[in-house]
T-cell receptor
Framework: ETGVTQTPRHLVMGMTNKKSLKCEQH?????MYWYKQSAKKPLELMFV???????ENNSVPSRFSPECPNSSHLFLHLHTLQPEDSALYLC????????????FGDGTRLSIL | QKEVEQNSGPLSVPEGAIASLNCTYS??????FFWYRQYSGKSPELIMS????GDKEDGRFTAQLNKASQYVSLLIRDSQPSDSATYLC???????????FGSGTKLNVKP
């Protein structure tokens, strides 16, 4: 399944670094999402974009900054992260923000030193 | 109260048995329900969708929905070792802007 592609697959960074996660979907969907998955915790929704407009910001710290330049691309810009931000970051897309299922990318495994 | 609740498991069943996974949700306005399978180190993969009360069958998988009881389940018949994974229940909010996931039930199918 290559409908939703995330890069990089693994990222190790220091707390003072700036990096970006990239997500691209080839499914013609109009909605895109960022999730955080930590060990033994449910998936946490971070951001929702519909037609490049942010429709949900789930009380995420400002050190995470999303960007959606078009309906096929989604970025998550990272700055001065904390060790507790180490997790699997998943991107997903769906036809719209409706009762249709989401399709996930393979995720970026992020480790903060 | 969590929006979506699942038993964390692990649920262990022998090969060939029926595995029964359960999920309850809190939003009475929810209209669609999804089951995802997640292998260790991998991303969630959609395996079943159900929108109306009753049963929906797809191969060895059957989803069951009871909106009055706010309960959705997944049955896996003839369980195989390859079914060993964590199963996530997902329920969109009434306005569809949020997708609530349960914490997942880990299933172990023993050969």
């Amino acid at each position: 399944e290559t409908g939703v592609t995330q890069t990089p697959r693994h990222l190790v960074m220091g707390m003072t670094n700036k990096k970006s996660l990239k997500c691209e979907q080839h499914l013609g969907h109009n909605a895109m999402y960022w999730y955080k998955q930590s060990a033994k915790k449910p998936l946490e929704l971070m951001f929702v974009y519909s037609l490049e407009e942010r429709v949900e910001n789930n009380s995420v710290p400002s050190r995470f900054s999303p960007e959606c330049p078009n309906s096929s691309h989604l970025f998550l810009h990272l700055h001065t992260l904390q060790p507790e931000d180490s997790a699997l970051y998943l991107c997903a897309s769906s036809p719209s923000t409706s009762n249709q299922p989401q399709h996930f990318g393979d995720g970026t495994r992020l480790s903060i030193l | 109260q969590k929006e979506v609740e699942q038993n964390s498991g692990p649920l262990s069943v022998p090969e060939g048995a029926i595995a029964s996974l359960n999920c309850t949700y809190s939003d009475r306005g929810s209209q669609s329900f999804f089951w995802y399978r997640q292998y260790s180190g991998k991303s969630p993969e959609l395996i079943m969708s159900i929108y109306s009360n009753g049963d929906k069958e797809d191969g060895r998988f059957t989803a069951q929905l009871n909106k009055a009881s706010q309960y959705v389940s997944l049955l896996i018949r003839d369980s195989q070792p390859s079914d060993s994974a964590t199963y996530l229940c997902a329920v969109p909010s009434y306005n569809f802007n949020k997708f609530y996931f349960g914490s997942g039930t880990k299933l172990n199918v023993k050969p």
